[in-house]
Structure formats: C-alpha cells, structure tokens
C-alpha cells in the first residue's frame, strides 16, 4: 500500500513537471506585442472651394516581423472613436519608410474626425495605433493666403471692353470662390467695379492649383479711356484680396 502511494505521487509529479514545462514553453514562444502607429496630434489642412476640408496627416510606426506579413499600412478616419477600415475611410500608404504621411480629402467641415494609422496583414488581420481627434470646423481667415498677378499685355482690348489675363501663383489654407479683376479709372482703385475670371473653379488638389492661369472681361468701358486693372480674390467669407500689389494699364480703342 505503501509503495502505490509512493507511485501516485511520483505519478502526480511527473504531470505537473510536465504541464509547468509545455506552461513555461508557451511563455517562451509568445512575442512581445510592441507594434506602434503614432500618429502626430498636429495636422495641416486646406479649405475647398465648396467648403469641404483637407486634412494631412503624418505619423511614425514600427512592426515585428513576428505578427506575420504586413501587405498594407495606412491611415483610418470616421466620426466615431476608434474607426475602422472600411470602404470610404481609409487612405492607404506608399513606401517603406518609418515616417508616414497621408492626406485626407474631402471632409465635410463643422465636424470632428477621429484618426488612426493601421496595419493589416495577409491573414485578413489589423493593428491599430493610438487615435487623434481633429475638428474640421475650421476658420483659416488669419492664415490663408493668395498671390494673384495682372499680365502687362492685355488679350484683347476694343472700344467697350478690355480682357485681361490674370495668373494665380500661390494659395495657402484656403481655396477663393472667385477671381477676376478689379478696374477703375482712378489709380487709387476708388470707384471701382470687378468682374469674374471666366471658368474658374478652384480646381485643386491639396492646395495646388491645376490651373493657374485665367482671363477676365472687364466691361462696359468709355472707349478712349485709360483704366487701371488689378486681380482680386473672394473668398466665402465675403472678404477679398487683391493677392499683392500687381497693376496694369490699359487704354480702350478711340472711336476715332
């Protein structure tokens, strides 16, 4: 009797020896989950013309190997805490840097966005990062920006009307819903009237303009008359820019 509880309790060692052995084999084989995605809590933006936001977003990120094959990194946004990859929220990375930045367009503004950066790998997996928290109600009035020029040749210029042709080189922060040119017979600008640029559209991508080059018509005019020309912007606010200080001249044809 003696000797068969001696064997139980060999026994009884033996399976708990091996269960804490395969225990401490499994703690060994489990990686340690030290992935990121930092995304920067400061973010740059760009006003549409139609009001809409563009966001761009940078951050840095690390992986292990160990999680399996990465096949895409990128960006995740939505209304909602903690958004997920989806169809119309999810801009998708290129390159193999650590240092990652992506642009976001086409927000609608008044509202707040959430933001990540994510991984997914060829098992249909995600990892997500630490998420931002950005408003796209957005007054960019002290920071926008435009440089607008007043070529010295007019494109054409009659007895009632003179056309002018008017360059945008740079916009900052926030696309105008409208530019044209400004004219006055007086060289102070006092008096005077402003017509739109035909087809402009504030074409853009992030800021940048497609188009930069336009034509306005600057009409009724006194035939035989000197006027004063120079760009104007208009912004959706109301507020208009002259987008620095070029000028033109321009004489109507005389009748005689």
Known sequence: MKGMNILRMAICVSIIALLFSCTKDDEEILPTD???FITDATTDYFINIDGSINLSVSGTFSKE???GARIEKGFVFGTASKPEVGTNNTVILEGSSSAATGYIKNL????????RGYFKY???????????EVSADIDASAEREVTLTIESSAYLIQLDFVTVNLNINNIIKEMPIEIGVEYSEDN????????KADYFDGAHNKGEIVVKSYQAVA???ESG?????RPYAKYADGKVSNGGTSSATFTTVSID
């Open 34 to 36: 030290d992935r990121s």
């Open 65 to 67: 190997d160990e999680f």
């Open 108 to 115: 609608p503004s008044g509202k707040s966005y959430f933001i």
């Open 122 to 132: 060829d098992d249909g997996t995600f990892f997500y990062g630490d998420e931002i």
């Open 188 to 195: 102070d600008f006092s008096n005077s009237s402003r017509n």
């Open 219 to 221: 009409e009724p005019l």
């Open 225 to 229: 008359t000197t006027y004063y020309f």
